[in-house]
């Protein structure tokens, strides 16, 4: 018998996965470790928590902070106020810019109106806004790849629009054309499918061969662990679970990978609530886990929904461990005693 760790899931123990493809008899949970939380979205959410201890509500964010229900609903009872744009904002107030970044004419904008910005675009975010000025500023064709329309890929392209090309998917390759194939460089998204931009990215150097890789891994130490979990946990499972929101590319993408790696069905869910009973029919293994915006509360929630029909044993199926960290915003870091 693997030994047993008490999750605080009423009716639930967890039994430490005793690898090597070992069975465990009846119904049984997997859970994917990482999951959760990534230190992106950990301090976007913390950035605006702050800023309401700090100046009071209400504080203005600027599009969803992270692409979570709960959390965006959670802030907005505690004061903040979520817009669209920044001229939506009474002038000289407080705005915080989400978690995926903006583009420089929202940061003129809000200079106009003389907003008090604070800016909570993820680190690794900004890392390749600051590719794309580079290779702009040397004259690149940028591909980068990632899903038209999505915030970040808005703000990054932004930074450099006479350069930059959205590639969407592998098949939105035919219709690329570059001025000159010798200085062509892709970027992209952080949130995307490993294994879809590898793709994209083989047809792209088919077409361009002497394509240049960006300087480092775009798609983010999160998004990677969390599908490399995923990977792991899913050839056991007949269900796997994805707590996420809809508009979560990185949520989504794990729905996809863990179709894409054996497990028969997967769903994406925001709440317990939302789990169908007939999805678990017939099924001994169902898999869990949670996109880099879905705190740890939702996917407990989902234990104890599965807890009751039976899925009392959780087996955590840990591919790596985090520890990353990212300093609040200046604007709203504690001072230094
Ligand atoms: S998913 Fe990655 S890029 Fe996005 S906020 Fe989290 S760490 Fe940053």
């Known amino acids: 018998m693997p030994p047993t760790i008490n999750m605080g899931i009423p009716g639930a ?19 994917a470790e990482p999951r959760g939380y990534c230190a992106g979205v950990d301090r976007a959410v913390e950035t605006v928590e702050r800023a309401l201890e700090k100046h009071g509500a209400p504080v203005y964010v600027r599009h969803e902070i992270v692409h ?3 959390v965006v609903e959670t802030l907005a009872k505690a004061g903040a106020v979520f817009v669209d744009e920044t ?5 000289g107030a407080i705005v915080v810019f989400s978690a995926h970044g903006v583009a420089p004419t929202v940061h003129e904008t809000a200079a106009e109106r003389s907003l008090q ?99 480092s891994d775009d798609i983010c ?24 929101s809809r508009n979560s590319s990185n949520s ?15 769903h994406l ?5 939302d789990i169908d009973p007939a999805w678990l029919e017939g099924v001994t293994t169902v898999g869990v886990t949670s996109g880099a915006s879905v705190p740890e509360v939702l996917v407990r929630g989902v234990l104890e929904r599965l807890a009751e029909y039976g899925y009392g ?25």
Not at 13 to 31: D, E, F, H, I, P
Not at 157 to 180: F, I, L, M, S, W
């Open 269 to 273: 869910v925001d709440y317990a609530e």
């Open 68 to 70: 979570n229900k709960h």
């Open 117 to 215: 910005v604070i800016d909570a675009t993820c680190p690794l975010v900004t890392k390749v806004h600051n590719e794309a000025k580079r290779f702009a500023r040397d004259d690149f064709d940028i591909l980068l790849i990632g899903h038209e329309g999505h915030e970040e890929v808005v703000g990054t392209a932004g930074e450099a629009p006479d350069h930059v090309q959205v590639v969407d998917n592998p098949d939105a390759v035919d219709k690329v054309t570059v001025r000159d194939p010798e200085k062509v460089i892709w970027l992209s998204q952080t949130t995307l499918s490993v294994d879809e931009t590898m793709e994209t990215v083989r047809r792209l150097r088919e077409k361009f061969p002497t394509l240049q890789d960006p300087p």
């Open 13 to 31: 123990t967890s039994s430490v996965r005793s690898g090597g493809g070992s069975q465990a008899s009846g119904k049984r949970v997997l859970l």
């Open 221 to 244: 130490y999160a998004t990677q662990n969390r599908q490399v979990a995923v990977k792991a946990m899913a050839p056991e499972c007949e269900l796997v679970i994805v707590v996420g």
């Open 313 to 337: 044993t959780v087996q955590p199926v840990t591919t790596a461990n985090e520890t990353l960290v990212f300093a609040l915003p200046r604007e709203i870091r504690p001072p230094r005693s």
């Open 87 to 91: 001229d939506e904002v009474p002038e």
């Open 252 to 266: 989504v993408r794990l729905v996809e990978v863990a179709l894409g790696a054996g497990s028969r069905a997967a």
